[in-house]
């Protein structure tokens, strides 16, 4: 079982030039925890590609470590993740999800190493959400998301918290394979894909936020200059792929009031081969312990742009997100998120339905269904129109 | 005019076992000298183990951290990180409660690094499926009832003043709260909770004072009884800390991503 591809190889030299960092007099604070999952994941069709197959199992492990010292003032955390599939070979994979050493100081706070951050507001699209590239191969949602090597520093001010990130490398995503669902016909290798940049990986990337907020209003104001964590598409005759440099500026608002929440992402993103803007905005509205049972019932609905059009790696140009989430609050605290997304122009429908609960202290189980209906020609999905799913996962907890 | 503005002083100054005073003033009274004599404890901290007992008697377990910073002018500040189950270890809770207005919240989500601001409207649900609800554990600060004096009486040896509350935020899940505090040092012994229909719904006991700075007063377990569906949760509190030396900087949004860790 190998876990280890190139690009794990070029992080752990990378990450070889750690601070070393010394322990202090009083006694560290330090936790180990790890999780083991199984997954299956079954296709309802056979496959548009040669080589597909319907059933899937695999299984995930996710170790992780934490200390601090000096009253929680300097830190370290470890979270690793690998995963090995019975049949995509790309989807065996392995990640160093966290590796950062952090220092705090009053409102100040410096991280150095392999970090996640998110920024965003929505639910059914993260457009702000730029800094980590995500693994593709993972999950469907795109949640789930490689460690980006980074020096961060963020300092909390009476006029909001400012944030600044400088990321020395690029994370290659991964594909799925010949043998993989939720492909292209074309298997896309982004070892092969283009940079702009002469330095490729190694173009320092740069990124600022600042966010606060004001009574019901939270606020992010953010940008981005360096390589596109998505690959975008040339126009022209062939489909051809790059990664190019790109200036993105974001904006992320969210109202509070009362049961309602009203969510706002935009962004404007500048580039060598065509301008875009993106938008996703909406609301969820939650009706709390519904007739005294503790059931919370929330209805969501978003409406997602992008001026690319048919140019974008995504299929959400001029969509409406519609949903609604059950949060049980029992003591296995059971959760079900049914969701559909439509597109407005071509009439194509993408169904979601994930449900989990807890089994005793230490198990969960988690339940994902993903269905393709009317999918059109013009868009990006088309290629993925047979590859409706379930996935069961069953974790462990130490 | 003066005169008036100046005997209404006078009046309220006057210790609150006086003749003439209302039930309504009586109550209030004693709800500010609950809320006085505890002041000035600055900042604590807490472990706490939550045991959650079904009407079967099966019983499941959560471990807490709670961080609070004492505010006057506005409500307190409070820091909540989950601990177990492990499966949503560094689930934290930043909120800011107000004393007039609805409280400020944000919740981090560990497994996606993610902030949000939630709403703070559902008060009345239940904290991580027990039988707890939000407003049972959020700061209880004087504005946020009205009160009436019932009643002095004998609670189990110990001499009790009664007083009713009436929530005044139309979203609590109760018409009223019937509160026994202990008559020597005006810490709480016992509240029934009367849900919306007015019929007795939970019932909270203090058990296991202990005195922390010479001064305050907290419970090391508190046990909640729900009437209605026979479920009972448990709160036992440890490694008590008082004048931690935290302040407004440990309760930012940044702060509350590194109690996620």
Redesign the interface.
Known sequence: MVFMNSNSLKLLCLISIWPAYAWAQEKPYQ?F?A?VELEERFFFNEGLYEGQKQNYLSIALRPEY?VEWNN?RS?F?MSLFGRYDQHDENRTHADIRELYW?M?R??K?LSVGLK???W??TESAHIVNVINQTDIVESFDG?A?LGQPMVHY?V?KPYG?FDAFVMPYFRTPTFPGENGRLRTPFLIDADDIEFESDMEEFHPDLAFRW?H?FGVF?IGISHFYGTSRQPLIKEGEAFELEFALVNQTGLDL?A?T????WKLEAIYNSNGIKDYTALAAGFEY?F??VS?K?L?IGLLGEYLYDSRDELAFNSLQNDVFTGVRLAF?????SQLLAGAIFDLHEGSRLISVEGSR?FG??W?VELEGRFFKNVSDKEFVHFMRRDSFLRLVV?K?? | MKKIALIITVLCSVPFISQGQTPEQKGLAIAEKADEVDRGFESSQVSLKMI?T?KNGQE??RLLENKTLELHEDGDKSLIVFN??????GTATLTFTHKTT?D?QWLYLPS????????S??????F??SEF?YEDLSSQEVEKYTYKFIKEDNLNGVSALVVERYPVDPKS?YTRQVVWYNKDNYRIEKIDFY??KNALLKTLDYNGYEQYLGKHWRASQMVMENHQTGKKTRLIFENYAFKTGISD?DF???SLV?AG?
Do not use: C, H, W
């Open positions: 936790d925890s999780d934490f929680g830190s955390k952090r705090v009053d409102n706070e996640e951050v998110f965003g507001v949640e998301k963020s909390v918290t966010s907020f939270d969210q509070t009362g049961p309602v929440l939650t709390g312990n005294g503790g919370d609050n029992d003591m296995s605290d807890r202290e230490t969960t974790s907890y130490f | 959650l079904n499941s377990e177990s189950p492990r499966d949503v270890e609805s400020d996606i690094k993610r902030v949000k601001r939630i709403s409207d559902n008060k009345s649900g239940p991580m499926g609800a899940g849900d919306r900087q930012t949004q940044n590194r860790r």
